[in-house]
């Protein structure tokens, strides 16, 4: 019998190919793909679970215990280690250079907010998001991963709120579905002028994302574009097995279109 996600994915791609016309839209045909490529995806990330159990396999948060499920994204990339691995180098430069907190905005299950607190053990990590359920779900991951007490999780992040973290040694982390515009206001937190900021850009939710972010920090940070590339890792015995398809879709994390990170660090 198929799993209910399969069912479930199966129903959907039914509905969607009905009402086609003869001689489907691209749109159409993308959509249906991407369906499609999310269904294998879930199953992915179920063989991952079957061989490896729920832990990260590599990059800078190898070993953490992780979810079995997602709040939103791929979940194969994250357990893989390879999700946003662009990141990977700046991150780990940053943690070395000294930082006593990060502010994850958009936290989601925790995947940045647990993975920073096990990498820097001297840090405190504050995580939001307005969604309930990603707030439970990182503080049971928090939890999971003994360090609940470094782990301070609230909701809804106002764009004056970097104030009260004036004069820390802080790395911002922002991915918020085009809200990065409404967050990211330097005039409203001065003190983001002396904080490391990663922020992910979704010109595709928000016209004009990217440009609005480079405008606003320009006066007071270097600004390093970071745009997703291939991906190479020493990947786990049972991976080489896969169809070289598979491969691809373990690795994929669900874009629909290009979502360029900006790493900016203040000038003084």
């Not at 129903?11 to 489907?24: K, S």
Request: proline share 6%; glycine share 8%.
């Amino acid at each position: 019998m198929p799993s209910s996600f399969t069912t479930q994915y199966a129903d959907l791609i039914v509905q969607r190919t009905q009402g086609w016309p003869e001689g489907a839209e691209m749109e159409d045909l993308e959509q249906a793909l991407r369906l499609l490529s999310r269904w294998r995806s879930h199953v992915l990330a179920n063989t991952f679970i079957k061989e490896q159990g729920a832990k990260i396999w590599s990059g800078p948060f190898a070993g953490m215990e992780y979810v079995s499920q997602a709040t939103e994204g791929s979940l194969i990339s994250r357990l893989l280690g390879t999700y946003e691995s662009e990141l990977h180098p700046y991150l780990t430069a940053i943690v070395a250079a000294g930082i006593d907190c990060v502010i994850d905005v958009g936290c989601a299950e925790g995947y940045y907010a647990v993975g920073m607190a096990r990498l820097a053990p001297q840090v405190t990590v504050y995580a939001y998001d307005i969604e309930e359920q990603a707030r439970l779900a990182c503080a049971d991951l928090a939890a999971r991963n003994g360090v609940s007490d470094r782990v301070i999780i609230g909701g809804e992040f106002a764009p004056d709120g970097f104030q009260a973290f004036a004069g820390r040694r802080a790395l911002v982390l922002v991915d918020a579905e085009g809200a990065e515009v409404d967050i990211l206001q330097p005039e409203l937190s001065p003190a983001l002028g002396g904080m490391t900021v990663i922020v992910e850009t979704h010109d595709v939710f928000r016209r004009n994302a990217l440009a609005t972010m480079v405008a606003r920090f320009a006066p007071t940070h270097h600004i390093v574009r970071v745009d997703q590339g291939p991906k190479t890792f020493t990947p786990p015995p049972w991976f080489v097995w896969l169809s070289h398809l598979d491969q691809l879709l373990a690795v994929w994390e669900w874009r629909a279109k290009p979502t360029p990170w900006l790493v900016m660090t203040p000038k003084l």
